[in-house]
Nanobody, 124 residues
Framework: QVRLLESGGGLVPAGGSLRLSCVVS????????MGWFRQAPGKEREFVAA????????YMADSVKGRFTISRDNAKSMVYLEMSSLKLEDTAVYFC?????????????????WGQGTQVTVSS
């Protein structure tokens, strides 16, 4: 059974930082590209960041470039999202996802497996 479990969300003041983690089981982690998406209340889920499986390139949404960093640890089957300079508009449920194919990294339909999400709330 494939499982993705996010953690690290919480309440943080604007300008603060958080580190999200996602541990993956049930798949050969190194064979998958990983992504982070988020969904704010009343909005559609949107792409945040991706880390391809090979050669290990990263992609960031324009809205988070320079503030967020994605990384992965294949030995631990984990992917991380380091978030800094958080803004009110970063408030959302954050999901990690795994993608086995060579498909569009920013399209949620490309992803095969999803976690349940972790809430990030940025306060003023």
């Amino acid at each position: 059974q494939v499982r993705l479990l996010e953690s690290g969300g919480g309440l943080v003041p604007a300008g603060g930082s958080l580190r999200l983690s996602c541990v993956v089981s049930g798949i050969t982690f190194s064979d998958y590209s990983m992504g982070w998406f988020r969904q704010a209340p009343g909005k559609e889920r949107e792409f945040v960041a991706a880390f391809s499986r090979n050669p290990g390139r990263t992609y960031m949404a324009d809205s988070v470039k320079g503030r967020f960093t994605i990384s992965r640890d294949n030995a631990k089957s984990m992917v991380y999202l380091e978030m800094s300079s958080l803004k009110l508009e970063d408030t959302a449920v954050y999901f990690c996802a795994a993608r086995g194919g060579l498909t569009l990294y920013y399209d949620e339909r490309s992803y095969d497996h999803w976690g349940q999400g972790t809430q990030v709330t940025v306060s003023s």
